[in-house]
DNA sequence: TCCGACTATGCAACCAGTTGCAGCACTGTA
DNA sequence: TACAGTGCTGCAACTGGTTGCATAGTCGGA
């Protein structure tokens, strides 16, 4: 588990609140590393019990019980050591491609109009971080290390997007064969005479 | 959750027992969905209550306590039900980009051969995947809908393992402007001084 | 005949992630 | 002053996935 570790990165980036995190795992990390506040609270109290963040009561005053989370010597340590490691790759696993295995077995269901959607879904993904790129790091400016990690770490989404985007034009075009029949479930279904 | 509905969809194409789904989820469907043994028995048990499939002791006798399944009408339905839902994106979500991302606030850690390594691992993938295509796939030959969807499947296999060779080929040209020092980690830690 | 490897199934405990709900503090507005 | 909205924290229950271990039959070889 990392959850701990992308928290700590994120800490160090930026001291903050579990709320605050949480709201931030909406956007930047959130583009690769997914959390509810939930977890994101349960996972705070483990890493002040175990020494790797301390958390003060409310530093910007006024604001209800909040409280503001900020990483300690162990706890950069520890994600020092645990960038280091080595880890399995993320395999593709995807229920989509179930979906469509199991159209395979029992005769055409009609997914034309789930993988159109499921396209657009991605085109709009990628439409929103070319829309970061342009925004964070225009082409011709040099930059930092860091900057260009942040950069690559963006590449590395639009690259995913991009490459779904390519294989469900692919597909589309691959399942279009079937002809317009492919559209009507029901009775293709009642084809099968089950 | 879908497991079940892999789970059907795996022995629509070939009843089998548990040991041998679990073995074929290691080749054809466990290339985008995994599970372990304990999961599918836990699983087929629950499926079998639901009236989804039915299970025989040992149709082709002599072997141990083993136990064959197969999809019964009701399993079909509730599949056929299932596969035209629609569902979220799988998205993004990579440990080692949280890694990249550590690596850019606490100074370089000398990722470099982790890069390369697993750059290696997709390469791998990559040519497993390409011998199935050349296999099961020969160029010119039309194929059924059945056999269209199942290389349209490979194919996402294949369009992902690419997507992150490149995307690593990327990485490691914009990591080796470091310099050579970026393969020392213990003495740009000490840099930092912490 | 015993032993180790492999096929095959399963229990129990644990961990991570999700969902539903509740509570409290503050802010703006009616 | 009352009330709705939202920022912020948290408990409790549940589900899905992982790990470790136990068992039992079968087969081939020393």
């Known amino acids: 588990m990392s959850l701990a570790h992308a928290l700590l990165t994120s800490l160090l980036e930026q001291p903050s609140s579990g709320y605050q995190l949480a709201r931030r795992f909406d956007k930047s990390i959130g583009h690769f590393w997914r959390a509810t506040h939930q977890q994101i609270y349960r996972e705070l109290g483990r890493m002040e019990k175990a020494g790797w963040i301390r958390s003060e009561p409310d530093p910007d005053a006024g604001r209800g019980r909040k409280r503001s989370y900020s990483v300690l010597p162990a706890g950069e340590a520890e994600l020092m050591r645990w960038a280091g490691e080595s880890a399995p790759l993320t395999e593709l696993c995807d229920e989509f491609l179930v979906r469509l295995r199991a ?13 159109e959607r499921r396209r657009a879904l991605h085109a709009d993904k990628l439409r929103a971080y070319h829309a970061i790129e342009a925004r964070d790091f225009p082409p011709g400016a040099e930059g930092s290390r860091q900057r260009r990690i942040h950069h690559l770490i963006l590449k590395a989404g639009i690259q995913y997007e991009a490459g779904w985007i390519a294989w469900y034009d692919e597909a589309l075009a691959a399942l279009a ?16 005479g089950r």
């Not at 159209?103 to 993988?115: H, Q, S």
């Not at 064969?177 to 479930?185: A, R, T």
């Open 103 to 115: 159209d395979a077995v029992i005769g055409p269901l009609g997914l034309g109009p789930e993988l």
């Open 177 to 192: 064969l079937d002809g317009p029949g492919e559209g009507k479930p029901q009775a293709r279904c009642a084809d099968r």
